[in-house]
Every structure is written in C-alpha cells, then in structure tokens.
C-alpha cells in the first residue's frame, strides 16, 4: 500500500474543537431517543443487525454477538460527503464515506446483543447520527451472506436526491483527503485504517486502493512544497 502509516503521521495536527458541522443542528436526546424507538419497532422481535463498511469495522464500540461477510447489492463506499469537523475544519474541508447508490459493498455483518441491544443501539446511533439534517442517513439496507439474504440497518447511506453527498472527481477527493485533519483525526488516516481492516478480512475496494494511492501522492507532494 502506498499510504504508508509514516504518511499518514505526516497528516496528523493538533485541532481544537470548534464545535458542530457548520450549518447542521445537532440532535437533541429525545430526537435521539425518537430515533432508536423507531428503529427497534422497525426491527421488531428479529435480532438487530448491523452493516459495517467503514469506521465501525474497525471501531465497533459495542460487544457483538457474530460477526460475518455480508455484501450490500446495489450500494458502494464514496468519499462523497464533505465535511468541517472531526476529521476536517472550516479552513480545511475534508471527506467522509458513505454508501451511494450503484454497484455493490462488502463489508461486515453484527449482531447486536439482545441482551444490551437498546443501550448498544443508542450508543451507536448517538455516535453516527449527530445532526436532525442527517436522519434520512439511517437506512435499512438487503445484505446477502453464506446463510442467505439478511435485514441490516446501516448508516450514512445516501437517499436519491441528498444535498448533502455529492461525489467528486477521484483526484479531487484525494486532494481533499491528503489535508483534512481534525479534532478526531485526520482523512488519510480514516482512509488507512479502512483500508488495512478491510484487507484483514479479505475484502479488496479497487476504488479506495487506487485512491490511497493517489492521497499519498499528495502527501508527498504537500512535503516537497
């Protein structure tokens, strides 16, 4: 991989918070726990599972009960949504994935603990969906794995007309994703760690592997300017 992590430490600064994504209002608790009520009637007595392609199969922050392959037919991972905070700032806007439509996604498949399921719910939900502008974002995607098709809920997948993901030329969201750092971190980081946890579970993007190489082409570039 060319995104080595000693560029990927290069990307990496100290960023004070400065506060909720510009132009977005944050959740309050009772929406939050409007959210999740409606999600666990929508799943009912069946186990709740949920769709990782990105951050959360690296960083699931809940005890799972399985975990398993699983492909979504008719999404795929995009840098595609732009962001000013976390991993990005107002003086540097950056990228985040989402799910968009077309193509297909492998990714992870969790089953959460029926036990602890509304507290690991609520905690995931409260982690993902910070923003009332972005709830449209909590989908319930078809996955298939080895035992057949399964219900999954999944976030950050984009509806047909979002305003709020627009996908971007491939040298332009490398760009981006080379300077972007915030208080959580930096993009080039998010896209690393992605990457390597994807490949542990032996699943291959074409398009992120083509793009990390590109982002530590920028890198480079941004040290010898």
């Known amino acids: 991989m060319k995104l080595t992590p000693e560029l990927v430490a290069l990307t990496l600064r100290d960023v004070s918070d400065d506060g909720p994504e510009p132009g977005w209002t944050p959740l309050s608790e009772a929406e939050l726990d ?34 398993q392959r699983a ?18 700032s107002s003086d540097q806007p950056g990228l985040m994935m989402a799910l968009e439509r077309g193509g297909q996604c492998d990714g992870i498949l969790f089953e959460l603990s029926a036990e602890r399921r509304r507290q690991d719910l609520r905690a995931l939900v409260a982690r993902e969906i910070r923003y009332r502008e972005v709830i449209d974002m909590v989908r319930w ?14 976030f950050w997948a984009s509806t047909k007309r979002s305003g709020l993901t627009q996908s971007l030329p491939i040298e332009q969201a490398s760009q981006l994703i080379a300077r972007a750092c915030g208080q959580g971190g930096s ?14 579970e032996g699943i291959r993007d ?15 570039a941004a040290q010898t300017t």
């Open 71 to 88: 492909t979504a037919y008719g999404w795929h991972r995009s840098f595609s949504l732009k962001i000013e905070r976390w991993r990005a």
């Open 141 to 154: 995607v078809s996955v298939r794995t080895e035992i057949g098709t399964r219900k999954a809920l999944t």
């Open 34 to 67: 409007h959210l999740v009520d409606g999600i666990e009637r929508e799943a009912g007595n069946d186990p709740l599972l949920v769709f990782a392609y990105g951050s959360l199969i690296w960083k699931p922050e809940f005890e799972a009960v399985s975990r």
């Open 187 to 200: 993009c080039a980081e998010y896209l690393h760690n992605t990457i390597v946890d994807l490949h542990a």
């Open 206 to 220: 074409r398009n992120l592997w083509r793009l990390q190489a590109l982002v530590a082409a920028d890198i480079i």
